[in-house]
């Protein structure tokens, strides 16, 4: 019970201290504040370009063509051989006939069409194929290798080279981005920090005389910890908004994709409310310790 009146109290005096003196307070404000919609609009870019290179790559296919001699029975045999390898996803194996293939092209282009309107099964040079997903895409090049080893499959690709290519500048984009973030984010705690200790440093009159009046260093340190986090949460108020209707916005004006329909934006359902959170977690953790760290030097030894 003692506990939770000296932390009421504590709560109560950082708010009435973070108004007490507006102008200071305003300044450390106003600082998490910009800090944290620098960091938020990183977030969102960082998160958007992890999205869409996964996406890329949840789309690379790999294509096993069958040979044209191929019987049904052996085509289920290959089907089979190709679910067991390891990095392959079981729910999208999929087979597409070659008179189906046909007939997609000669709807695609009239050429086609007059080409192979006559052709029967048998005298249809188009192949079989499996189209395949894998569950690593690093391991690609291994898993089309043991494709082409499965009895009748007879070619397969899945732009070799290219892909490869693909995954190293996704790897670099990535780490990039979080490093991006990371800096950003260990920028603003240094921001913040420092704001928040010229504000507290401009109060060691304040502090001297809890000194004097007998106050245990965790007394002292309490009330700017809490006016720390008030500040903090303050600060991230203005952040969380613009984040979640200006994100929300963007999406909406875009149609959930930018420039291009490959290039997909975040749906904002949970994702506005996991990045505010984040946000206001950096702006408490930040103004508590900065406060704290602040104060440190005016206890006593």
């Not at 679910?83 to 996803?89: M, P, Q, V």
């Not at 690609?140 to 190293?168: C, F, Q, R, S």
């Amino acid at each position: 019970m003692k506990t939770l009146r000296i932390l009421s109290r504590n709560i109560r005096d950082s708010f009435k201290s973070v108004f007490r003196n507006f102008s200071l307070s305003l300044a450390s404000i106003s600082c998490i504040t910009i800090t944290l919609i620098v960091v938020s609009v990183s977030m969102i870019l960082s998160l958007n370009v992890n999205n869409f290179t996964s996406l890329i790559e949840k789309d690379v296919t790999i294509v096993a063509f069958l040979k044209t001699d191929i019987t049904e029975e052996e085509t289920d045999k290959v089907y089979d051989e190709i679910i067991t390898l390891d990095n392959i996803e079981k729910d999208n194996v999929e087979f597409r006939d070659k008179m189906d293939i046909s007939k997609e092209m000669m709807a695609s282009s009239e050429t086609f069409k007059s080409i192979m309107k006559d052709w029967t099964r048998e005298e249809s040079p188009i192949q079989d194929t499996f189209q395949i997903k894998v569950t690593d895409i690093n391991l690609i090049h291994k898993t089309a290798e043991e494709i082409k080893n499965i009895k009748n499959v007879d070619v397969v690709k899945y732009g070799e080279g290219m892909v490869e290519e693909l995954v190293k500048v996704f790897d670099v984009i990535r780490k990039v981005s979080i490093a991006i973030v990371i800096s950003l984010i260990l920028v603003t705690a240094f921001l913040i920090a420092n704001t928040i200790k010229i504000t507290i440093m401009s109060r060691k009159r304040e502090i001297e005389i809890m000194r004097l009046v007998g106050a245990s260093n965790i007394n002292i340190r309490l009330p700017f910890m809490f006016e720390g986090l008030t500040l903090g949460i303050i600060g991230s108020i203005i952040p969380i908004i613009i984040t979640i209707y200006g994100y929300n916005a963007l999406y909406n004006h875009f149609d959930g994709q930018l420039f291009t329909q490959f290039i997909k934006l975040i749906k904002p359902d949970s994702f506005v409310y996991l990045v505010s959170l984040i946000l206001l977690a950096i702006g408490m953790i930040v103004g508590m310790f900065g406060s704290i760290r602040a104060v440190r030097k005016y206890l006593k030894i």
